[in-house]
């Protein structure tokens, strides 16, 4: 009967801590989801044709330094958890190209 109880405990505190973990990991969005960031690298309102590397450079520069850690975060996640789900491909290429600075 012990031995019972102490499975069954061990079990809720392990789903109670998975669900505290899982909650923690943030909102599930990326900077890389907000269309007002994300409209100026696009030439489309569809979001699917980049600018150019100039155009490209100069919406970037535009970004507070805030936002662009946030997507050259949101884009090393992205290469960190590679999946079919990941969308933004070419922006994080030429974030990297670019250097992703000032």
Same mark, same amino acid.
């Given at each position: 009967m012990k031995i019972k109880m102490i499975c069954l405990g061990a079990m809720a505190l392990s789903m109670v801590a998975g669900s505290a973990l899982a909650a923690s990991g943030g909102s599930g969005t990326s900077a890389l989801d907000d269309p007002a960031k994300m409209q100026p690298f696009y030439t489309d309102s569809t979001m699917k044709k980049m600018r150019s590397d100039d155009?490209?450079? /100069? #919406?970037?520069? #535009?970004? &507070? !330094?805030? =936002?662009? /850690?946030?997507?050259? &975060? #949101?884009?090393? =996640?992205?290469?960190?958890? #590679? $999946? !079919? &789900? $990941? &969308?933004h491909p070419e922006f994080c290429s030429n974030v990297k190209k670019i250097g992703g600075s000032k």
């Open positions: 155009e490209f450079t /100069k #919406a970037w520069k #535009a970004l &507070t !330094p805030e =936002d662009q /850690k946030m997507m050259m &975060t #949101a884009c090393a =996640d992205e290469v960190k958890n #590679a $999946n !079919p &789900t $990941n &969308t």
